[in-house]
């Protein structure tokens, strides 16, 4: 059927709306219809133009093809299209009215209502969906209002979303630039923190001439500063090798007893300054682990020092170590203290990167709140998870597994037969 375009502006003498209406639309806005009737196409522009208030650029056609090409040219808010076209329907209509980047909102007409139909329409987009015996100048009216708002209300929505994919994709490259300044921030320190370190050792062993006992004790602060300094930027640096894929573990079959031991040894002189004991147990004839020893000794290292910083003189830091209960093929480890212990409310947080519990003390100030975040993400790389128990004024108890290596598994197996 050959194109029909017909269009009528507002200059056209106006019509009183036959029913009571919503506030008049001031702005003028662009319709298209698209029907193989033209009965039915006049008999919209009738419809429209008794709406007499509105500013309509209407546009009518007989063939899908004329009224797409008329989209390309063409600003259109609103387009009101026939389910059946002849040898196309109204949903293929819509998918193509969607492939030329149509953003507004589409009224899909037919003959006679059919709820299937109605949800198919709605599925592939329509803004409404209207039998044409239901046509009327309010019913029109009501269905091209609410598709109005509609349509705007999905383009400021769509415009949102772009702006909040923006302002990811920006805070995402100062995220990576930040990182990228921390990494090279944290090697760049390295390298003159641990020369420093180094001269302050060979002074206080007394390798570049005698000392006083207060030189002494004053270069002892410098190195304990040193020593957490370096902490600081070894925990940066790791925290980078995880957001950015690097970091990993290298498991071997490790004796777990003389690793925890030189652990806990390390840590012997400042545990005798505080006054507070340190204990091992380990089970009998524990078997090998799997596990990345120099992680491990870190993730070991780390609860041992949070359990001297919270304890007072005259208390006790324990680590032990056996078979798991629980988990078969795992050893259970346990760092408990009794120490000031941790406030119910921040249990849940403390493996929460950069979360410190501040309690006023020095020991809370001190450190960034990456330890534990760290010391939980090596644990899960080793297939375990580490957990925390504690009550105010008794101490605090974390508990990690690690994986048997299976050699020394199989071998714990046979001679249990």
């Known amino acids: ?127 409404d969906y209207m039998p044409k015996s239901d046509l009327t100048t309010a019913s029109l009216r009501r269905a091209i209002d609410n598709a109005l708002d509609r349509s705007r209300l999905q383009l400021a929505l769509t415009e949102h979303r772009l702006r ?45 001439g005698e000392l006083s006992p207060t030189q002494i004790e004053y270069l002892g602060y410098v190195k304990e500063g040193c020593d957490q300094m370096t902490t600081c930027l070894n925990d940066i640096l790791d925290i980078t090798r995880m957001e950015t894929g690097r970091f990993s573990v290298r498991p071997v079959p490790t004796a777990l007893p003389p690793l925890v031991h030189r652990t806990l040894m390390g840590f012997s002189g400042r545990a005798q300054a505080g006054a507070i004991e340190l204990e091992e147990e380990f089970a009998s004839n ?62 849940d947080h403390v493996f929460e990167r950069l979360y410190q519990v501040r309690d006023g003390s020095e020991q809370s100030r001190m450190g960034l709140g990456l330890g534990l975040f760290i010391c939980r993400e090596i644990v899960r790389l080793h297939g375990g998870e580490l957990s925390v128990a504690s009550e105010v004024g008794q101490g605090t108890t974390f508990r990690f597994t690690l994986p048997i290596a299976p050699a020394t598994e199989s071998k714990d197996n046979e001679g249990s037969h």
């Open 1 to 127: 059927m050959t194109a029909r375009p017909s269009t009528t502006a507002s200059s056209e003498a106006p019509h009183a709306p036959s029913e009571a209406s919503p506030a008049p639309r001031t702005e003028t806005f662009a319709l298209l219809a698209i029907d193989d009737n033209p009965s039915d196409l006049d008999i919209l522009k009738r419809l429209v133009r008794k709406i007499g208030e509105w500013k309509v650029d209407f546009s009518a056609y007989t063939e899908a093809k004329d009224g797409l090409a008329h989209l390309e040219r063409s600003h259109v808010d609103v387009v009101l299209v026939d389910y059946r076209l002849g040898a196309v329907n109204g949903i293929q209509v819509l998918d193509d009215l969607r492939k030329t980047g149509f953003e507004g909102a589409v009224i899909l007409l037919t003959g006679q209502g059919d709820e299937r139909l109605a949800a198919e329409a709605m599925r592939s987009g329509a803004a």
């Open 164 to 208: 909040l994919e923006r302002m990811n994709e920006d805070l995402q490259q100062k995220n990576q630039e930040i990182r990228s300044f921390y990494h090279t921030l944290s090697h760049e320190l390295k390298t003159p923190l641990t020369a420093a370190r180094e001269f302050v050792s060979i002074l206080v062993d007394g390798l570049a």
């Open 286 to 347: 524990l078997p090998e682990v799997l596990v990345d020893p120099h992680r491990v000794t870190q993730v070991v290292a780390n609860l041992i020092d949070n359990a001297l910083k919270f304890t007072p003189p005259g208390g006790k830091v324990r680590i032990e170590a056996g078979a798991s209960a629980e988990v078969r093929g795992r050893l259970l480890v346990t760092v408990s203290d009794t120490g000031k212990g941790i406030e119910p409310e921040h249990v």
